[in-house]
Structure formats: structure tokens, C-alpha cells
């Protein structure tokens, strides 16, 4: 059964540091892999979305990569902001096809980002 | 605007009450779940749609029943709520083209 680890689950920087965020997973058989934000008590927020064919998407000041094999992704946040500050999740979506719920994301549990001025 | 919405956003009732909560959303997407949110065991999802009338249990469906009717709604169901179903629940539809989900705002249910 695919599990999903972020790494820190907590982090306190000041503003204005570029930051990175760690997402593993166990099984590299993925389909895609998404990145959310969320706010406390709110709903999520897609950031960023990586097909298992690419090795990083980028919007804005966010760039997310993917290795497939080693089973990880990461968030690299530049300059960051006090806006910033908020719960940071990543999904994995299993392959098409393949038994065991090909169409349950599996969530991390979040990292959560605090960024002070 | 695309988006997807879900009634009421707060809800407190009492053990054995039937609610129902609403999702509706307005991008004609085909593929839809329920996922609750709680604290140390983060989002898990409880049913999903992969169409009208197509409905799958997730990790956690017990104690929740969905139905299909239209392609933008997806109730969720409780029949006889328990206090370990207080939780934070959030809807959520996904395109066909990229895959891309998109949530609801959140439910905040308590059960007494």
C-alpha cells in the first residue's frame, strides 16, 4: 500500500529564505503527483500538478520536481513570504489500471510553514 | 468561476441524526470524492464517483453512504451519525484532462 511522508512537518523561517519541502513515497508506480496548500480550517488549494512523464513543474516563485525512481518530490519555495505561511500537503495517484484503488490519492500529512517578517 | 461548493459549512448535531451534507460543482467534472481531515492521520478519502451513478468506497466508508443522481452533485450521507465521525470533510472533483483536483471549502461536522 502506497504511504506518503513529508519531511519537515514543521518549519519556522524568517522571510525572504528559499525553501525546500520533501514529499517520499513507496511506490513509484504513480500516475501524477499533486501539491496543495491550506489554510487553517480551509480547503485545499492546488498548487502544482506533475504527470509521472515529467520532472518538474513551476508557477510563480514555486518549482515542484518528481524522481519517479528514488520515490520523491520536492517544493522549492524562493523568497518567501508571510502569505506563504500554511499547510503544505502532497498527493500521489497510482497508476491507471493497476488494482487496489488506482483512483485513491494518497496524502502526506503536511508540512506546516510559518514565515515570520 | 470554477469551483466546487458544499452546504453547511459548520454543522453540529446529535448521535443518530441523519444529515446530509452537499457538494455541488460547477466544471462538469465526471470524477468525484469525500475525504475527511483529522488530526495525525490526515486526509483520507471515504467515497468517490467516477461518473452518474458510479459510486466506490475509499480507505473509510463505513458509516457514510453517497449517491450519484447528477454528474455536479455528490451527497454525502450519514444515516446515524457517532461521535467519531466529527471531523472536517472536504468534497472534491478532479478534470478529465489533467487530473487536477479541486476542493470545496470544507465541512466542519461535531457530533454529540
Known amino acids: 500500500k502506497q504511504e506518503v511522508t513529508q519531511i519537515p512537518a514543521a518549519l519556522s523561517v524568517p522571510e525572504g529564505e528559499n525553501l525546500v519541502l520533501n514529499c517520499s513515497f513507496t511506490d513509484s508506480a504513480i500516475y501524477n503527483l499533486q501539491w496543495f496548500r491550506q489554510d487553517p480550517g480551509k480547503g485545499l488549494t492546488s498548487l502544482l500538478l506533475?504527470?509521472?512523464?515529467?520532472r518538474e513543474q513551476t508557477s510563480g516563485r514555486l518549482n515542484a520536481s518528481l524522481d519517479k525512481s528514488s520515490g520523491r518530490s520536492t517544493l522549492y519555495i524562493a523568497a518567501s513570504q508571510p502569505g506563504d505561511s500554511a499547510t503544505y500537503l502532497c498527493?500521489?495517484?497510482?497508476?491507471?489500471?493497476?488494482?487496489?484503488?488506482?483512483?485513491?490519492?494518497?496524502f502526506g500529512r503536511g508540512t506546516s510553514l510559518i514565515v515570520h517578517p | 468561476e470554477a469551483q466546487v461548493t458544499q452546504n453547511p459549512r459548520y454543522l453540529i448535531t446529535v448521535t443518530g441524526k441523519k444529515l446530509t451534507v452537499t457538494c455541488s460543482q460547477n466544471?462538469?467534472?465526471?470524477?468525484m470524492s469525500w475525504y475527511r481531515q483529522d488530526p495525525g492521520l490526515g486526509l483520507r478519502q471515504i467515497y468517490y464517483s467516477m461518473n452518474v451513478e458510479v459510486t466506490d468506497k475509499g480507505d473509510v466508508p463505513e458509516g457514510y453512504k453517497v449517491s450519484r443522481k447528477e454528474k455536479r452533485n455528490f451527497p454525502l450521507i450519514l444515516e446515524s451519525p457517532s461521535p467519531n465521525q466529527t471531523s472536517l470533510y472536504f468534497c472534491?472533483?478532479?478534470?478529465?484532462?489533467?487530473?487536477?483536483?479541486?476542493f470545496g471549502p470544507g465541512t466542519r461536522l461535531t457530533v454529540t
Open positions: 506533475i504527470q509521472s512523464s515529467q
Open positions: 498527493a500521489v495517484r497510482g497508476e491507471k489500471g493497476r488494482s487496489g484503488g488506482s483512483y485513491i490519492p494518497t
Open positions: 466544471m462538469n467534472h465526471e470524477y
Open positions: 472534491a472533483s478532479k478534470g478529465q484532462v489533467h487530473y487536477e483536483q479541486y
